[in-house]
Structure formats: structure tokens, C-alpha cells
């Protein structure tokens, strides 16, 4: 893994690995698809070529206004068995950033891999409370 860094913001550069016997698309699906569809190596880019201020919670907005109902349960759950087999920061980082090609360190914001991780499952809870 390559660390770079870019006014204040650090960037992971990272190459799907296999973990355990299936891969974190065979298990997580759905996170996947959020973790490496909304974080991709360029989401920081995107924002700066539209003239915005690169945001986490704007990727996570977009997320929510763009995903179906039996997405957002599916994310849900995923997010919520994955956090729960395990706290360990390093391997939820190696899931969220190796795995699954996520470009975000939430260390620089003063949080864990597994706050924001927990943070996204909350902003999905409540999106589908609000469809109810």
C-alpha cells in the first residue's frame, strides 16, 4: 500500500485482495458497492474538478438519495454483521480500504474506521424510517 497525501487529506492506494474464502463481494455486496462506487480513487477529485470542497457526508448524501429501499436494508445489514465480527480497526481498515478500494482514512477527522462505519449504518437506519 501507498500513502500520499493532499492538502491535508490522505489517500490509500490500494489493490483488491482476497480475505479469508470469499471475497469482501461475495460477503458484503452492497458495501462494496458503496465503499468502492461512492469512494473511488477519484471521489476527491470529482469534487475539486466541480469546484466543491471534497465531503464525506455529501458522498454519503448522494448515496442515500440514490440508493433503492431493499438496497439501503441490505447495506444495513451487511455493514451490521461485518462490524460485528469484528473491532479490531486494523482489519476493518484492511476490508473498507484494501478490500473493497474505499479511499477514505477517517483517522483524519478524529474518528475510528469502525465510528464511521457505525455512522454510515445510523444515516441508512434513518433514511429508511423516513421511506416508512
Do not use: C
Request: net charge negative; glycine share 6%.
Amino acid at each position: 500500500m501507498k500513502d500520499t497525501s493532499r492538502q491535508g487529506w490522505h489517500f490509500l492506494t490500494s489493490f483488491p485482495i482476497k480475505l479469508g474464502n470469499e471475497t469482501s463481494e461475495e460477503q458484503y455486496p452492497e458495501l462494496e458497492q458503496i465503499m468502492g462506487g461512492y469512494f473511488h480513487q477519484d471521489w476527491f477529485d470529482e469534487f475539486r474538478d466541480r469546484g466543491e470542497n471534497p465531503s464525506k457526508e455529501i458522498v454519503l448524501q448522494q448515496m442515500l438519495l440514490q440508493k433503492s429501499v431493499s438496497r439501503k436494508q441490505a447495506a444495513v445489514g451487511e455493514l451490521e454483521r461485518l462490524l460485528a465480527s469484528t473491532r479490531d480497526e486494523e482489519t476493518l481498515r484492511q476490508v473498507i480500504v484494501h478490500d473493497m478500494g474505499a479511499q477514505v482514512n477517517p483517522r483524519l477527522d478524529g474518528s475510528t474506521m469502525h465510528a464511521w462505519l457505525e455512522h454510515i449504518a445510523d444515516l441508512l437506519r434513518e433514511s429508511l424510517q423516513q421511506k416508512a
